[in-house]
């Protein structure tokens, strides 16, 4: 589904093979979520976003062990890895150019959902800033990581129940409007919480 001033949230279908992905076992009610980024970021986006996606996460029983990729080497048997492309902050002039695209997506290969995700910072950001008005912009930032953690949390909902499902309402509809993205409350559709719960209990 896609509709005018919505951003998406798109699965893609991989036509690479993603090496030993498939062997990774997940073990959702201790995840670790490595962080890799790859251009700039907000100290304050990034803790941010760990808050907004712990909150929407809470009552599934999945607890998140986060940690930067710089931060290895770190032992963790059950990952789940989040690349973040472009500059995962706000900054003072809008970019140039503003071109359609998902904000994120998550890795399939022969079918199956892997524990890769990637997520768009530009478009994210681009979204948010169309979305904010007067106060907004003294915690840009904030909003920023509230974003990112929707985004983000969104696509550990597909990795963790290993399903390309998208719902009608709350976190996993497959597209979030910037309002959605910065708004005082979003959270996950009661089913979705469940399958996420039966996915935590079944490991
Ligand atoms: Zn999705």
Do not use: K
């Not at 995962?88 to 022969?110: I, K, R, V």
């Amino acid at each position: 589904m896609n509709y005018p001033g919505a951003s998406t949230i798109w699965l893609m279908i991989s036509v690479f093979a993603v090496p030993a992905a498939a062997e990774i076992r997940l073990n959702p009610s201790n995840l670790t979520v490595v962080l890799d980024f790859r251009g700039e970021r907000s100290v304050l986006a990034t803790t941010e976003m760990r808050r907004e996606v712990d909150r929407l996460i809470e009552d599934s029983g999945v607890r998140l062990d986060w940690r930067l990729r710089s931060e290895a080497p770190f032992v963790a048997n059950d990952l789940v890895v989040i690349t973040f492309r472009g500059s995962c902050q706000f900054g003072s002039s809008p970019p140039l150019y503003d071109e359609p695209g998902p904000l994120a997506f998550t890795w399939m290969a022969d079918g199956e959902v892997q524990p890769f995700g990637e997520v768009d910072c530009e478009r994210v950001v681009r979204s948010v800033r169309r979305a904010m008005w007067g106060a907004d912009f003294g915690r840009a930032n904030s909003l920023v990581g509230r974003a990112l953690g929707r985004v983000v949390a969104h696509e550990l909902v597909h990795m963790v129940t290993r399903s390309t499902h998208h719902s009608g309402e709350g976190l996993e509809r497959p597209a979030l409007s910037g309002r959605q993205l910065i708004a005082a409350s979003l959270s996950l559709d009661a089913f979705d919480l469940e399958r996420l719960r039966l996915s935590a209990r079944r490991r």
